[in-house]
């Protein structure tokens, strides 16, 4: 329960809220949303989603703010991008409206789940569609369930904002050129599952991926876009097969607010010599600073931090944004919806 959770040691795992929020769409339609407290799905042994992983995701926030209001942040945008992600699977898309609806119903449900302001965790909150129709052939479901659960998380940073190392292998990819990279769907996550885990037993944070093509341009940095600082100017890379981070995006505008040049092009590896600072960022940690990345195909090292600590930029961006999700600081860009 609630009452017994030590939000400062929360990590990033599940841990048991109460209710859960589903809609099913069959005969070529969505239903009506449910709520649910068992947390547990029948799902047929040939459901699409087991044999051909027809299923998208999304992953957002709740923040106890410094007024003690509740901050949903960017609902919208993950609306739209579950939609690309359905459509680009051949799922039928969820309405906007009903997303939302399902987001705020979660959150109201479970929010004696939501952390304190001033303990560093939030609610994350984790929409899921899938096709459930049996099937055997290859070919799209035509019955899908769309299930949307919460669960506190802590901060993401234990011992404070600090840099970490990444690795830059030649030897991975998430995505094909003209696959499904550009789409938030679990499938992208098995075919990086390898990667991941080999970056970590080798006591890296995460691997960089090249552009699958030409292997020539930074991708994306395990599930996080990429960018990096280089004097006045945010770099990020422009490409087909990374996923379109709405962290990232807010940055980008966070950092022109802030006077700064935004430069969204295709970042070539040798590149990464010139900048300043390098960051990863995404919903978990909102910035990731990269302290070094180890190109361990060549055996070089482009160096952003000796001491672990982030850039002057990098800290100024992350400062920002964790003070809108908080209503520590106006938002001025509408990227907030706050829980009644
Ligand atoms: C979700 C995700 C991100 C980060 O996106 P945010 O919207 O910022 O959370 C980056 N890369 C991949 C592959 C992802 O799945």
Redesign the pocket.
């Known amino acids: 329960m609630s009452e017994n959770i030590d939000w400062s040691s929360l990590g990033f795992g599940y841990v048991p809220t109460e209710f859960n929020v589903r809609c099913t769409y069959s005969n070529g339609e969505w239903g009506e949303l449910r709520v649910m407290e068992d947390p547990t799905i029948n799902l047929h042994i040939s459901a699409a989603v087991l044999h051909y992983a027809q299923e998208c995701f ?3 926030k709740a923040f106890r703010g410094v007024d003690g209001k509740v901050r949903i942040f ?1 609902i919208e ?2 609306g739209k ?1 579950l939609q690309d992600s359905c459509r680009g699977i051949k799922m039928p898309e969820l309405p906007l409206d009903k997303f939302q609806e399902a987001i705020l119903k979660v959150v109201k449900l479970n929010e004696k789940f939501i952390p304190p302001y001033g303990s560093g965790a939030s609610l994350y909150i984790r929409p899921v569609l899938f096709g459930t129709t049996p099937l055997v052939g290859v070919k799209p479901a035509t019955e899908f369930e769309f299930v949307v659960f919460v669960t506190p998380v802590g901060p993401y940073f234990k011992g404070g904002f600090q840099a970490t190392p990444f690795m830059l292998s030649r030897k991975y990819d ?1 995505a094909a050129p003209l696959g499904t ?1 550009s789409l ?1 769907v679990g499938g ?2 098995a075919a ?1 599952m390898t990667a991941t885990v080999d970056s970590h037993d080798l006591g890296y944070s995460a691997v960089f991926y090249l552009d699958p093509k030409e292997k020539k341009y930074i991708d ?1 940095c ?4 990429f960018f990096a600082i280089k004097g006045n100017s945010y770099i990020t890379p422009k490409s087909s097969s ?9 940055l980008s505008i966070l950092a022109e607010d802030l006077g700064m040049t935004v430069e969204r092009r295709p970042i070539a590896v040798e590149e990464l010599s010139t900048f300043d600072e390098a960051g990863a ?4 940690a909102v910035i990731s600073p990269v302290s070094k990345i180890v190109d361990i195909d060549n055996n070089h090292i482009y160096e952003f931090s000796k001491d672990g600590k982030p850039g002057e930029k990098c800290t100024a961006l992350y400062n920002k944004l964790r003070a809108i999700q908080h209503g520590e600081e106006e938002d001025t860009h509408g990227w907030i919806t706050f829980l009644d």
């Not at 990374?242 to 807010?250: E, F, G, H, R, V």
């Not at 960022?281 to 978990?284: D, F, R």
């Open positions: 999304e992953g957002l960017r945008e993950n991008r998430r990279g938030k992208n996550y990086g994306e395990g599930a996080a876009n990374i996923l379109p981070s709405i962290t990232n995006k807010s960022c995404g919903t978990a």
